[in-house]
């Protein structure tokens, strides 16, 4: 673009605990290339802030205040769960974001987050060809589900997997202290409704000895086995952890933790599957049980982030900057990774017809033969994700030091639009 045009950012979906790297090295490189590049625009909650002209001024924030964002948890600009639908089902929202954009002299477009936004992203990127208006979409990969293809692994996932890791040991020791007179199971529940990365982690504890059963969205349920497997542990240690996928569902695709509600994107509204399971073990082997269920704890656990997520997250931001100014467009930079131990991995790129609306699942060789457990190449995957701690600072209240933007929005230049 020969003209400098602003950029506009945006953050989607469920937050992580390391997003607001991404967004650090999105706005920080930004700011290294204002020759091309002039504001960043930050949407108010997501892609709305771009449809109701809620346009954030970065430019308002300090370098000091933008590099905090590395170490903060959650989005620091607001997030949400709004999906653009097809040009052809609803060209309003989209002619309503080119008039935004056209107005703030928008022409670069990042969009944080996992495979919905991907699809977004992507329906914005042929804005240019479908709608006259130039526009460089460039999706920055994010999810603790880990489910986005040709990517290695997406920012967001090692921390939740390491915080899960690392709950599952702490709360099995627990267990197995009580269990000669009181709890001999410990039910945790973790996100993942249809790939199992996050409960995989769980499975690391087996390295020290921890007798888990993992439930995985990628196996169906068979209640009779289950129990099974279970009792067979409680007779070999004298305990058990089981750690099951909030999508661990039934033959007849029914979920376990389904609540008959729907989110904005129309997927089935999940939660409870840690209860079902533990009543499920009490009812049939007559063991006291505790249970959890790890739900935002696990997404927002910046105190116990894994130092190679950080180091990525931030990294993806810098990378699609990089290849916005480089011209490229309808691409989301990836991790390509070269060897397991250890962990080394390169940064590559991928067109985003090839990312939207699909999903990357657990291997099959990465789950082991009875299907409760992880075989020796995912734990191989695994440790280098975890690898390593990024603790934030901590005040003299002994609470981590975080940062809350001032998120200054720009003047309206145009007639309000209502979703």
Not at 7 to 26: K, L
Not at 73 to 80: I, N
Request: hydrophobic residues 40%.
């Amino acid at each position: 673009m020969a003209k400098k045009k602003n950029a506009f950012y945006a953050q989607s979906g469920g937050v992580t605990a390391v997003i607001n790297a991404s967004a650090c090295g999105v706005i920080e490189t930004c700011r290294k290339h204002s020759d091309v590049i002039g504001k960043v625009y930050a949407g108010k909650n997501g892609i709305i802030g771009a449809l109701t002209e809620e346009l954030i001024d970065t430019s308002k924030e300090s370098d000091a205040a933008i590099a905090a964002l590395r170490s903060t948890p959650s989005g620091a600009f607001g997030s949400c769960r709004f999906k653009l639908k097809s040009l052809d089902a609803n060209k309003r929202e989209y002619e309503r974001l080119i008039e935004v954009f056209k107005a703030h002299n928008i022409g670069y477009f990042f969009y944080n987050g996992g495979g919905d936004s991907a699809d977004t992203c992507y329906k914005v990127s042929q804005l240019s060809e479908a709608m006259g208006y130039p526009i460089q979409a460039i999706h920055v990969p994010k999810t603790v589900d880990n489910d986005l293809p040709i990517t290695d692994c997406c920012p967001g996932f090692g921390s939740v997997a390491k915080y899960i890791a690392v709950s599952t040991l702490e709360a099995s020791y627990d267990v197995r202290s009580m269990a000669k007179t009181s709890t001999k199971i410990f039910v945790v529940e973790v996100m993942g409704r249809h790939a199992g990365w996050i409960a995989a982690a769980g499975g690391l504890v087996a390295e020290q000895g921890i007798p888990v059963v993992i439930l995985f969205p990628e196996i169906e349920f068979d209640q009779a086995k289950f129990i099974a497997a279970v009792d067979a542990k409680v007779k070999e240690y004298g305990y058990c952890t089981i750690v099951v996928s909030e999508g661990c569902h039934y033959p007849d695709g029914k979920f376990l933790a389904e609540q008959g509600t729907r989110d904005a994107f129309g997927h089935a509204q999940l939660g409870g599957a840690a209860p079902v399971v533990a009543n499920m073990i009490k009812d049939a082997l007559g063991h006291k049980f505790h249970w959890a269920v790890a739900d935002y704890l696990q997404r927002a656990a910046r105190h116990i982030a894994s130092k190679t997520d950080v180091k990525q997250a931030y990294a993806l931001g810098k990378k699609a900057v990089e290849l916005a100014v480089k011209g490229h467009n309808s691409v989301m930079p990836t991790i390509d990774r070269v060897s397991d131990i250890p962990y080394k991995y390169k940064l590559g790129y991928a067109e985003l017809k090839d990312v939207a609306n699909v999903e990357k699942f657990m291997p099959r060789d990465f789950i082991s033969k009875d299907g409760y457990g992880v075989t020796k190449k995912c734990i191989n995957y695994l440790t280098g994700l975890v690898e390593g701690e990024d603790y934030p600072k901590y005040g003299a209240d002994g609470l981590p030091v975080y940062v809350t933007m001032k998120n200054v929005t720009v003047a309206k230049k145009l007639p309000e639009f209502k979703l």
